[in-house]
């Protein structure tokens, strides 16, 4: 099945190099060319992966994503930024994005990022369709973690969490006692490596914890070794 793309850019001649990069690797692509019709855009067709550019007219590319991750939240998202925009790179993927691209940036770079992205989503598509092979839900006593279905109940009440805060909650839970460092956990949820950007995990672990523990500053699910990870 052709994958479907939407670039949300208000450069045309960044989004016509992308459309003709993009579609001769075999990709559709649709395009919007402010932060308003691309929101309306992924919110009303079926798309594969967004690719979001954060300097947009009417509304800027972290709202566009905030609300995406809010709406739909399991929507990959490829985040493009200048490079003095590290703050809100940051941001971006705090709030869920999936991966980012410092303009200027190589199309074939963009193209290598995209499949990869499509590739770990057809991954989750195929599990979610063998149904006998799917993994039985992890039983933490009040908190239930179902993969999948990418569901969370804390106490019986559902809990909801962003695609990363979700993807680092399982990873916890399907290895319980083990110690990850910060850079560890950024190769194994990102995909790759985002050195620097280890404040990126605390944030994540911060709201994971905000939203699963009693009390937050005595964790029983997440715990820090001091000095490890």
């Excluded at 992308?18 to 009303?44: F, H, M, P, Q």
Aim: proline share 4%.
């Amino acid at each position: 099945m052709e994958n479907r793309i939407l670039l949300i850019e208000d450069d045309p001649d960044i989004t016509e190099l992308v459309r003709i990069n993009l579609e001769d690797a075999g990709y559709r692509l649709d395009s919007a060319a402010d932060g308003e019709k691309g929101l309306e855009t992924a919110l009303a067709q079926e798309i594969d992966l967004v690719i979001l550019d954060l300097q947009l007219p009417r509304m800027d590319g972290l709202e566009v994503c905030r609300q995406l991750q809010q709406r739909k939240r399991h929507l990959p998202i490829l985040m493009l930024t200048s490079r003095s925009e590290e703050v809100d790179r940051v941001l971006g993927l705090e709030l869920g994005a999936d991966d980012y691209l410092t303009k200027p940036f190589s199309i074939r770079e963009l193209v290598a990022r995209v499949r990869a992205i499509l590739r770990r989503l057809e991954r989750s598509r195929t599990t979610e369709k063998e149904s006998v092979d799917s993994p039985l839900p992890l039983d933490l006593g009040d908190l239930i973690i179902d993969p999948d279905r990418r569901r969370v109940t804390l106490d019986g009440e559902p809990v909801e969490l962003t695609a990363k805060e979700f993807d680092l909650l399982l990873m916890f839970a399907s290895h319980p006692g083990r110690v990850y460092s910060r850079q560890m956990l950024l190769e194994l949820v990102w995909g790759y490596q985002y050195r620097g950007y280890e404040h990126t995990v605390n944030s994540h672990i911060h709201r994971l914890r905000a939203k699963i523990e009693s009390d937050a500053s005595h964790p029983r699910y997440i715990t820090t070794v001091w000095g490890v990870g």
